[in-house]
């Protein structure tokens, strides 16, 4: 019952440096999501892939890139960090359809510094 | 454009007392409505969700929400709370009339609950 598996949970970068996150489903969902949270913000897409090949932009894109590697896996990288990059980061994962509700991982906290 | 209000940022509740949570949605046409639930540390769990049909839906955990077209609201409720019923609780409307399953999220209320 692995559901959507997020790695790493923690991670503390210094401005400048890059890093990716990982994020796989074992669900079969065509679709998949990366949101970040912030206090008071409720939760925000950054990217989003509605199936293997294929990603579109969010509200929030900008310092972000993504990659959908295969149908299980799409991963976030961050170029060059910044501290306003400093959030709650959550995959989630769905079935195709308005209708569909959205599995989500655990989270990556990240600190940018 | 699309949006997702939740008034209350922090409710405290008694346990054993009942709970109503409010979100107001704004969408031309009949919106497709869910209600998340995010524990401590914990990643968001759906609670239920809304497309047509009767108002009045139930959820997990003992938790329902009606729909209230005149009022553009989808407010949660539960009988009588427990004390592990403390979460962050996310409204969410489905994005737009294409099939993509992107979600517009409100800012989320926190419910306490005192012993």
């Known amino acids: 019952n692995a559901g959507v598996t997020q790695t790493p949970k923690f991670q503390v970068l210094k401005t400048g440096q890059s890093m990716t996150l990982q994020c796989a489903q074992d669900m079969n969902h065509n679709s998949m999501y990366w949101y970040r949270q912030d206090p008071g913000m409720g939760l925000r897409l950054i990217y989003y892939s509605a199936s293997e090949g294929t990603t579109d932009k969010g509200e929030v894109p900008n310092g972000y890139n993504v990659s959908r590697l295969n149908k299980r896996e799409f991963s976030l990288r961050l170029e060059s960090a910044a501290p306003s990059q400093t959030s709650v980061y959550f995959c989630?994962?769905?079935?195709?359809?308005?209708?569909?509700?959205?599995?989500f991982g655990d989270g990556t906290r990240l600190s940018i510094l | 454009a699309q949006s997702v209000t939740q008034p209350d940022i922090h409710i405290t509740v008694s346990e054993g007392a009942s709970l109503e949570l409010r979100c107001n949605y704004s969408y031309g046409a009949t919106p497709y409505l869910f209600w998340y639930v995010q524990s401590p540390g914990q990643g968001l769990q759906l609670l239920l969700k809304y497309f047509s049909g009767d108002t009045l839906v139930q959820g997990i955990k003992g938790f329902e929400a009606e729909f209230k077209r005149s009022q553009s609201s989808f407010n949660l409720r539960k009988p009588s709370v427990h004390w592990s019923d403390a979460a962050e609780y996310f409204c969410a409307v489905a994005r737009g009339s294409s099939n993509t399953g992107k979600l517009i999220f409100g800012q989320g209320t926190t419910l306490q609950v005192k012993p």
């Open positions: 989630a994962s769905s079935r195709t359809g308005r209708d569909q509700p959205q599995h």
